[in-house]
């Protein structure tokens, strides 16, 4: 019974976090090797950081998934489906950036991603008002990273 209960909030926390784990394996062997060559601006955080900050990142995406996916409507059903869209882009900049070393490309792919994040703030707000608030943190911290990844296109 329990688990029923939860489940749309377990699918939601293991799907977010799949994807985060997709993005990661192009990530993770690139930081200390090709990242760490880079021309970074003054500004850039220290390596160390961005796991936490993606990790409450993806916890608080995958609530607000959950709450709208809970409102069982057809507009939550859409919702979903705008939500994955949003997160294959997520995932796509790690392989544009880490994988093919690309940053041209992942800037590119974080405009597209910031306004995908836009976009889905808008639809989850019509379906539930926390769920579009607790996506402000990514949308700050997404906008904080195409900066970054503009400087470091212009720095190298």
């Known amino acids: 019974m329990l688990l029923k209960k939860y489940s749309k909030l377990i699918l939601s926390l293991a799907f977010t976090f799949l994807a985060g784990l997709a993005g990661s394996i192009f990530t993770a062997s690139e930081v200390p090797t090709w990242y760490s060559t ?33 409102a069982n409507n057809k507009k939550s059903k859409m919702a ?10 997520n995932s796509f900049w790690s392989l544009a950036f880490f994988g093919w070393h690309n940053p041209l490309l992942a800037f590119c792919t974080i ?46």
Do not use: E, G, Q
């Not at 220290?46 to 809970?70: D, E, G, K, N």
């Not at 979903?80 to 882009?89: G, K, N, P």
């Not at 769920?131 to 720095?155: G, K, R």
């Open 38 to 70: 880079l021309n970074k601006p003054s500004f850039n955080p220290p390596a160390w950081l961005f796991a936490p900050v993606w990790t409450t990142l993806f916890i608080l995406m995958a609530i607000s998934l959950y709450l709208v996916w809970s």
């Open 80 to 89: 979903v489906v705008v939500f994955v869209i949003h997160l294959f882009i």
């Open 111 to 156: 405009i597209l991603l910031w306004l995908a994040i836009i976009f889905l703030m808008i639809y989850f707000w019509r379906i539930s008002k926390l769920s579009s608030l607790l996506l402000l943190p990514y949308i700050l911290w997404v906008s904080f990273a195409s900066l970054l990844n503009f400087y470091i296109l212009i720095l190298n």
